[in-house]
Every structure is written in structure tokens, then in C-alpha cells.
């Protein structure tokens, strides 16, 4: 592996770590009781907009030119689907943290519609935990290097 993959593959490493806090709080803002009210609605909607800032980021940060997704698919071009699939979810994750700021931004009226926004956020910081997953294991099956299983 050529230095310039090796110093890019640190600032994934980095920014993974960010993205993992920021699941983090956004589950643990989701966990405190929906009674809470306004402090429940501000909590979520300050780890929601974080996550999907560090999100952001990992997708620059991946799909830059010359970055980790060009170096794969050069490198180990047998992985050129699973790149493509990596990359398509990108599109998915960012489209559906879009649709949930802007449910937030438009107001949740009752409790069910409250009810619904908790569940497909819960449900997206899962999607984002198998996509992890699935960068992690296409990373070490290209480079033989571990990004890190606590970031």
C-alpha cells in the first residue's frame, strides 16, 4: 500500500470514529423519554443534525477523487460492485437524514407522528451500523487493515 492510501486510510479511520459518536448520541437522545417534550425534541434534533454532518463527511471523504473508493477500485478492482454498493447506500443514508431533518423542521404534531420519527431514526442509525459493517470488512478484504471496531 502506497503512503498517500496509507495517510487516507487514517483520516477514514478518524472520521469513522466521529460517525460512530455520533450514532452514539443520537441513540442515546432517542432513548431518553419522549415525555420530555421540547428537551426530547431539541436533544434529537441536535444529534440528528450532527450525525448527518459527520455523514456528510464520510461520504467526501470516501468518494473524493483519488480517494479510498477510486483506490479500490484500482487496487482491487474485484471489488468494483461491492464499491458501487457502498456508494449507492450513501445516497439512501443521506436522502433518508434529509427526510428526517425535515420532518423535524416541519414540527411533529401528536404523538404518533412523534412515535414514527423515533422509529425510522432508530431504524437509520441501524442501516448506518451495517453499512459500517460493510466498509469495514471491504476495506480489510482490499488492504488487510482494520479501521477500527470502537470508532
Not at 2 to 29: K, P
Not at 61 to 75: I, M
Not at 88 to 116: N, S, Y
Amino acid at each position: 500500500m502506497d503512503e498517500a492510501i496509507a495517510s487516507h486510510l487514517e483520516q477514514v479511520r478518524a472520521h469513522r470514529a466521529e460517525l460512530g459518536d455520533a450514532m452514539a448520541a443520537l441513540d442515546a437522545a432517542l432513548a431518553l423519554p419522549v415525555g420530555l417534550g421540547p428537551v426530547w425534541r431539541r436533544r434529537v434534533r441536535a444529534a440528528l443534525t450532527e450525525l448527518a454532518h459527520d455523514l456528510r463527511d464520510h461520504v467526501d471523504l470516501t468518494e473524493a477523487p483519488g480517494g479510498l473508493y477510486d483506490d479500490l477500485r484500482a487496487h482491487a478492482p474485484r471489488l468494483s460492485r461491492e464499491v458501487d454498493s457502498r456508494t449507492a447506500e450513501h445516497v439512501e443514508l443521506l436522502a433518508e437524514v434529509d427526510r428526517l431533518l425535515g420532518e423535524r423542521d416541519d414540527g411533529l404534531e401528536g404523538d404518533e407522528a412523534v412515535a414514527a420519527h423515533r422509529e425510522a431514526t432508530t431504524a437509520l442509525i441501524g442501516r448506518l451500523v451495517r453499512h459500517r459493517q460493510r466498509g469495514s470488512d471491504l476495506v480489510f478484504e482490499a488492504y488487510e487493515v482494520d479501521l477500527g471496531g470502537s470508532g
